[in-house]
């Protein structure tokens, strides 16, 4: 695939051949960005896995300290009190059989969808709409829970997902590229302690394989994994 004239110009401060240290991936990330919109920044992590096994999947949710720069809109379904708990936390939209109506309809303008577990027995009849748009609420990602408060708060503050592809590789965005350094760098070092934290029992050999980073329509930048580790834990 030939790449455009501005990504050869951000490829040329990437070297492939090297690792670099995280402070300096992140540094060199905001370089590469340029396209005329704020760009995402994706974490990429190559795991040592068989996701085909049930003991070796890797999933989970992190709450990033400087949040994703994205707003995300939040669909919850609940009722009485737990409905007016999920609008306080604020919820761009509320409700049980009404909304799963306007989802059957073809309503689908959130990115997020939480349930109070007393109603998903009226959800469960949107799994085949949900399921494959990865917007299904499930217990191992915390969004089906009676905590609806910090559970809005949290995903609209920056709360992000992980899940391991058929590759063994994790797609994660941490950021944008109007995010300072250090936010960067933080969020980066807390999506890998997170990672490297699930990390299953059935694992074998190295778990964190490789690690890269890359802006919208960037260059990947590899990332030095002794380097974020030891970031991650201080």
Do not use: C
């Not at 704020?38 to 990429?44: L, N, P």
């Amino acid at each position: 695939m030939a790449h455009g004239k501005r990504y050869q110009e951000a490829a040329k401060l990437v070297d492939r051949t090297q690792a670099y240290p995280i402070g300096e991936a992140v540094a060199i990330a905001k370089q590469t960005s340029n396209v005329k919109f704020d760009a995402s920044v994706e974490a990429h992590l190559r795991l040592g896995v068989d996701p085909r096994h049930a003991d070796q999947m890797v999933r989970g949710t992190v709450a990033l300290p400087h949040g994703t720069g994205k707003v995300v809109r939040v669909a919850v379904f609940a009722q009485g009190e737990k409905a007016q708990e999920a609008l306080a936390a604020g919820a761009d939209e509320v409700g049980a059989e009404d909304l799963v109506k306007k989802i059957e309809a073809g309503w689908l303008e959130f990115d997020v969808a939480l349930a109070a577990p007393d109603v998903m027995g009226q959800v469960g009849r949107l799994g085949r709409i949900l399921g494959r748009r990865g917007l299904m609420p499930n217990p191992k990602s915390g969004t089906i829970t009676f905590d609806l408060d910090r559970a809005v708060k949290e995903v609209k503050g920056g709360r992000v997902e992980f899940k391991v592809d058929k590759s063994a590789i994790i797609h994660v965005p941490f950021g944008k590229s109007s995010f300072e350094e250090q936010q960067l760098l933080e969020n980066l070092a807390t999506l890998v302690d997170a990672v490297n934290r699930a990390k299953p029992a059935g694992a074998k050999g190295q778990y964190l394989r490789t690690l890269s980073i890359a802006t919208t329509m960037g260059p990947g930048i590899r990332v030095d994994i002794a380097d974020a580790l030891a970031a991650a834990q201080a």
